[in-house]
């Protein structure tokens, strides 16, 4: 192969150091709640290295979505794939420089070990099959490149119509993969398309109109951005027969890509209409005011119009009347939610009767506002033809959010303690100035924060046993007095500190917890120095 190394042993250790020999993939173990195991597997899991710079990563997506039982997938589980790489990708066409010509076939081959068996007897998936795959497998899927890779995998990603996937940057040492996978995903999920399997080509054409978020102003899209947990949006889809074909019966699939949830629809296409034959049409029919029944519409005599023949309008037709039923010249009749009776809109009722459409042209209801947790309104307010009216301390699109600041309050009397923003009742934590990263529900986190631990140690040690850097005078300034016990309690919202007295080489521990309302510090310290026997957490 003319792009690879020839000599033997770096084909067998492609590596600056010996490593396993390559492989096109390997299914290290199937999905499982076990994170311990999951660890233990990508610790044993053998390092390989590239023949060629791009790599075969299509082949183990490919994989990972026609192995349903090997791989594991739950059903109606929400498939997320993570492809993490420093390189480039190989692609169909790319085979033909090692001979193989073979199309990949999109099927599973993994052997009882795991090891993708059809590395050189199938070419590399082309750009169409992974899209293909994704989309039908309902997938997502993430990709963590470096930095100098981005805009390659952009480009790859935006060449993925109708799927649900991004881009991101991994460090050179792969130290942000964690927060990187989190924010991809939130990107992700707080975004829906709504895909179909309508082709034109069968004479069928789809399109897509939804409010979104914004609860107003249904406009032509399939796309709605920004989803919150709980929030609920709604799209309406149009399908028009655009042409008859040979074919007249298809099967619609609709749904939000990325997750398995498909509305279903039987349709059939009517290019012949059997009851315009004469012999079919029911003339002077009651229900249309003496006028004749033709395919189930009527058609008036005389000077009647209207849906029913019922309106005795001379010198106007029918569609003159539906005009004064449009909002606007593009709308629907009644906007598609009641019938037009004599130029009047009367809005169709619902069938739970607490449900209304109003309005001169059925354009408002009560029902179509703004939801939270799957609620109108969040039951915080009224729906007025799509716009919640909020109670009296309730805010937000949805009335979602409380006015009142009192559920972000901290027990030292400040907003989210001081770390962040109180934001629809709830904090959004700050990072701080020193990088360290603030969290829980007030922001009373922080991991990455460094203890007190080192700063108590010399009054501990001075205090207690008479050890440490502290003088006598120094010891009696100590913030604390330290309570000795036998054995450290289990208290919540403390922090354990261990460390080594120089003095007898032996261990020490003690228990602390500190009032930032007060700047006061407890602190509780172990009789006796040596081994700990409940196990502490740092």
Excluded at 159 to 179: A, C, F, K, M, Q
Excluded at 239 to 263: M, N, Q, W, Y
Aim: glycine share 8%.
């Amino acid at each position: 192969m003319p792009f690879i190394d020839p000599r033997i042993e770096k084909q067998k250790s492609p590596c600056a150091e010996p490593c396993a020999e390559p492989y096109g993939f390997k299914h290290q173990m199937t999905l499982t709640t076990n994170t311990e195991k999951f660890k233990a597997e990508v610790d044993k899991a053998e390092i390989s290295g590239n023949l060629d710079a791009p790599e075969g990563g299509f082949d183990a997506v490919v994989q990972a979505l026609a192995c349903n039982s090997k791989i594991g997938w739950r059903e109606r589980a929400r498939k997320m794939l993570v492809f993490s790489t420093d390189a480039g990708f190989h692609f169909a066409g790319d085979g033909r420089l090692a001979g193989v010509v073979e199309p990949n076939d999109g099927e599973c081959h993994l052997d009882r070990d795991g090891y993708y068996t059809e590395t050189l007897k199938q070419d590399y998936p082309s750009i169409a099959l992974l899209h293909q795959m994704i989309k039908d497998r309902k997938a997502n899927i993430i990709f963590a490149v470096t930095k100098g890779n981005h805009e390659l995998y952009s480009q790859l990603s935006e060449s993925l119509p109708d799927v649900s996937s991004s881009v991101g940057i991994l460090e050179t040492d792969s130290r942000n993969i964690v927060d990187l996978i989190e924010a991809e995903y939130l990107k992700i999920s707080e975004k829906i398309i709504m895909v179909d399997n309508a082709n034109a080509s069968d004479g069928l054409k789809i399109t897509y109109r939804s409010m979104c978020l914004d609860g107003t102003t249904l406009r032509d899209t399939n796309v709605c951005e920004g989803i919150r947990v709980g929030d609920e949006v709604q799209f309406e889809v149009t399908l028009e027969a655009t042409h008859c074909v040979d074919k007249r019966d298809f099967i619609l699939r609709i749904g939000p890509s990325g997750l398995d949830e498909t509305l279903i629809v039987n349709v059939k296409v009517l290019c012949d209409c059997e009851c315009e034959q004469e012999n079919r049409i029911v003339e002077n029919a009651e229900e249309c005011h003496g006028g004749d029944m033709v395919c189930g519409v009527c058609r008036c005599k005389g000077g009647n119009v209207g849906r029913y023949c019922e309106c005795n309008r001379p010198g106007m037709s029918t569609a003159a009347l539906n005009e004064k039923c449009k909002r606007t010249n593009e709308s629907a009749i009644c906007e598609g939610r009641g019938v037009c009776n004599c130029g009047r809109c009367e809005c169709n009722p619902r069938q739970n009767p607490e449900e209304q459409i109003s309005g001169e042209f059925c354009e408002c209801d009560n029902f179509n506002c703004p939801r939270h947790d799957r609620k109108i309104c969040a039951e915080h307010g009224e729906c007025n033809c799509g716009q919640c009216i909020c109670a009296p301390g309730w805010t937000g699109r949805a009335c979602e959010c409380p006015i009142s600041q009192d559920a972000c309050m901290s027990a030292n009397g400040k907003i989210c303690n001081g770390k962040g923003e109180c934001i629809c009742g709830r904090c959004r934590c700050f990072d701080g100035p020193d990088g360290n990263r603030y969290s829980g529900a007030k922001c009373e986190i922080c991991p990455t924060c460094p203890t007190k631990c080192i700063e108590y140690k010399p009054c501990v040690m001075c205090q207690q046993w008479g050890t440490g850097p502290y003088d006598e005078e120094r010891c009696a300034e100590c913030p604390f007095k330290v309570i000795p016990v036998e054995e450290l309690p289990e208290l919540n919202d403390t922090t354990a500190c261990q460390f080594v007295d120089p003095a007898d080489d032996c261990t020490f521990y003690y228990l602390y917890y500190y009032d930032e309302a007060t700047d006061n510090a407890t602190v509780w310290v172990r009789e006796h120095k040596g081994m700990l026997l409940n196990v502490l957490t740092y």
